[in-house]
């Protein structure tokens, strides 16, 4: 029984245990040193990401570590090792490191802004390391798609997203960019974190264009980890 008098059901003690599994990959330095930084461990690496206060995408977000968690765990299944992976609003590029040390050509993604962080936690993490070198490049969403991503040219098994759906104005170019990135025998995986009613109307306007499956949730952190790939496929 929890302190409310309530019964725990299997599902809570299942969240409760791997939320905790995936938390304790977390650590931070004994030293305090004049570049801040956070620790992780995955996939067998000390990873250590330099994080800034001043925008979403500087911090790593739980998101991001259920992600990691997932890809590390599932390995088998799906299968990074010399696969395309592309990142979307990869931030401090913790998922991107990961599945780059699981052997994928990975290029992660996001604002201008936000790509001196990301490249430098990527470099700092995969050289020597990696098998593929990931690469780092701007993608704004809805953005000049075809002309930095042409259609002709994509080629990704994978999709990564982590925490990108919340209360910005940017949803529908959101949705028009996984659908551009997106060919037939891509895989999306994509882990949302629930905030607000406006998170799960994007989650029907994506049903619209993709076929959802819900592969993990962990209610004590408003996250679920969703595959998804393009409604219609031929091969379906
Ligand atoms: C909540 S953060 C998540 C960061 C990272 N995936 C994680 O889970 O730690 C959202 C990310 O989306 C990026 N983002 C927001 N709006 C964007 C846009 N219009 N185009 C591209 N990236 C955007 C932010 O820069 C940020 O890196």
Redesign the pocket.
């Known amino acids: 029984m929890d302190p409310e008098g309530q019964e725990e059901t299997r599902e809570d003690r299942d969240d409760k245990q791997v939320v905790t599994e995936i938390m304790a990959r977390c650590f931070t330095p004994a030293l305090i040193t004049n570049t801040p930084w956070e620790g992780f461990h995955f996939v067998g690496h000390e990873i250590r990401i330099t994080e800034a206060t001043d ?3 500087a ?3 739980p ?2 570590l259920v992600l990691c968690h997932f890809l590390e765990t599932n390995a088998k299944q799906y299968n990074m090792v010399d696969k395309y992976v592309i990142e ?5 590029g ?2 991107s490191i990961v599945a780059s040390l699981l052997g994928a050509y990975v290029t992660a993604t ?2 201008p802004e ?1 790509l001196g962080n990301l490249q430098y936690n990527i470099s700092r993490n995969t050289k020597m390391k990696c098998k593929h070198l990931p690469q780092v490049r701007e ?3 809805g953005v000049a798609l075809e002309r930095n991503f042409p259609r002709s040219v994509n080629n990704f098994d994978y999709i990564l997203a ?3 759906v ?1 209360a ?1 104005p ?1 949803l529908e ?1 959101l949705l028009v960019t996984f659908d551009h990135l997106c060919k037939e025998t891509t895989v999306i995986l994509w882990v949302m974190k629930f905030r607000l009613e406006k998170e799960n109307k994007f989650v029907d306007r994506f049903k619209e264009l993709f076929d959802l499956e819900e592969l993990s949730s962990f209610p004590s952190l408003d996250i679920k980890l969703y595959k998804a790939m393009k409604k219609n496929r031929r091969s379906a």
């Open positions: 925008s979403y995408g911090v790593v977000w998101s991001a979307i609003g990869a931030g401090t913790l998922v996001d604002l936000l993608l704004s969403w982590a925490d990108v919340y910005h940017f170019e």
